[in-house]
């Protein structure tokens, strides 16, 4: 957790003096730690997790000279979508209590490789055509079994074995490369 | 719109924010408010009339330095409170002690003074006014500060709003200054107090749904 706070103030600091590349990693990385955090507490809407990720990022983008320098950066991050989140709640007239500091099991949880999404495109570059195109309709793009079967001309059920073929093969592959 | 497309968005071309950006906006609201209470005194209230004379006494300066105090602990804890994780407990704890020592001493001069005296010690000659004037001398000040406020991000809109008063309360009281001739603390601690409080309150009321973002 202590690195994930001091990678992401370091880009944030980079991105207070107008570095734009860490600016959007800082960005990108922090929307990945958000879902996770409004995902868990929203599984009773689970659509609007999204647009909570969107409007925290946007807190974060026209708010951002609130920052200290001085103090991490995680807290306050998360005290954005915290306001956020009670906001939504408040306007849905749901009444609830949201601890303070309950972010640090996000940091926990979600601990992505710095460069596991480039791991990802190279490891689905290697299976085969028909397999890889199913996992993007799949899995990256959100079409159903069904849909993503005409695309590639087979039935929903061989579509359902081929991809989870290729997800198996595709998990051996990534595990192989982090145990090498 | 996609989140990714929202980051390219956002991410684009990040304007460069100096370091205390907090501080220097707050900053500059006090400049303005302090030169809008000060148009007020001059162009409608008058500067008293013996401000020069006044100028080498003690008791002009304990009342300026009382008001602005007043005014940094809002500042103080504006500074705080514009945070989504800000603390404003030290700042608020300190306009209480200063208050409450302003007003300690106030009193006890008060007390110790001939019955006779008290009563205009206590109400001078001003003190119907002196609660209005400071409020309406404010109000520019407490406007900008909002203003300032709904770009930034409170969590706690009401004390928010209440902090955002004392300050903008503080830097008008201590203008008023230059008009009122009134000179026991015991006038200063109740009637400017009150004046103040009363900016806060409204501040208060106002934060509450101006300060929603």
Redesign the interface.
């Given at each position: 957790m202590t690195d994930t706070e001091a990678a992401l103030k370091a880009l944030m600091l980079l991105?207070?003096?107008?570095?734009?590349?860490a600016?959007?990693l800082l960005?990108?990385q922090l929307?990945g730690r958000l879902r996770v955090y409004f995902e868990r507490r929203m599984r009773d809407a689970p659509g609007d997790v999204?647009d909570l990720?969107?409007e925290t990022?946007?807190?974060v983008?026209?708010?951002?000279?609130?920052?200290?320098?001085a103090?991490p950066f995680t807290?306050?991050a998360f005290?954005?979508a915290?306001?956020k989140l009670i906001?939504h709640w408040r306007r849905r007239k749901v009444r609830a209590t949201l601890p303070?500091d309950d972010y640090v099991e996000v940091l926990a949880a979600y601990t992505p490789e710095p460069g596991s999404a480039m791991d990802l495109d190279r490891a689905l570059e290697t299976l085969p055509e028909r397999q890889r195109n199913l996992v993007r309709d799949v899995k990256i793009e959100g079409l159903s079994l069904a849909q993503a079967g005409d695309r590639a001309g087979v039935s929903q059920g061989a579509a359902k074995v081929a991809l989870h073929r290729a997800l198996k093969s595709l998990g051996e592959r990534m595990r192989g490369r982090a145990d090498g | 719109?996609r989140?990714?497309d929202?980051?390219?968005q956002?991410?684009?071309?990040?304007?460069?924010?100096p370091?205390g950006?907090?501080q220097i906006?707050f900053a500059g609201v006090a400049l303005a408010g302090g030169l809008a209470a000060l148009v007020m005194v001059l162009a409608w209230l008058g500067a008293r009339q013996d401000l020069a004379q006044a100028m080498t006494g003690r008791m002009f300066w304990m009342k300026a330095l009382y008001t602005a105090l007043l005014g940094v602990a809002g500042f103080w804890a504006l500074e705080r409170l514009?945070?989504?994780?800000?603390a404003p407990r030290k700042a608020l704890l300190f306009g209480a002690i200063v208050l409450a020592a302003f007003v300690g001493m106030g009193f006890g001069q008060w007390l110790a003074a001939d019955p006779d005296h008290r009563r205009s010690m206590m109400m001078g000659g001003s003190w119907r006014v002196c609660f209005g004037y400071i409020l309406a001398m404010a109000l520019p000040g407490l406007a900008a500060t909002l203003v300032v406020l709904r770009?930034?991000?409170p969590?706690r809109p009401a004390l928010t709003g209440f902090a955002a008063g004392a300050f903008a309360g503080g830097v008008a009281a201590t203008v008023y200054g230059l008009h009122c001739g009134e000179s026991t603390m015991v006038f200063v601690g109740t009637w400017y107090t009150l004046g103040v409080l009363g900016v806060g309150a409204l501040g208060a009321v106002l934060g509450k749904w101006a300060l929603?973002?």
């Open positions: 991105g207070l003096d107008g570095d734009a590349p600016y959007r960005l990108s929307g999204e990720v969107q990022l946007m807190a983008h026209t708010r951002r000279a609130t920052y200290d320098r103090q807290p306050w005290a954005l915290r306001y906001d303070i | 719109m989140t990714d929202l980051i390219d956002l991410a684009a071309q990040p304007r460069a924010i370091a950006a907090v906006r514009a945070r989504p994780d800000g770009g930034m991000a969590t929603r973002w």
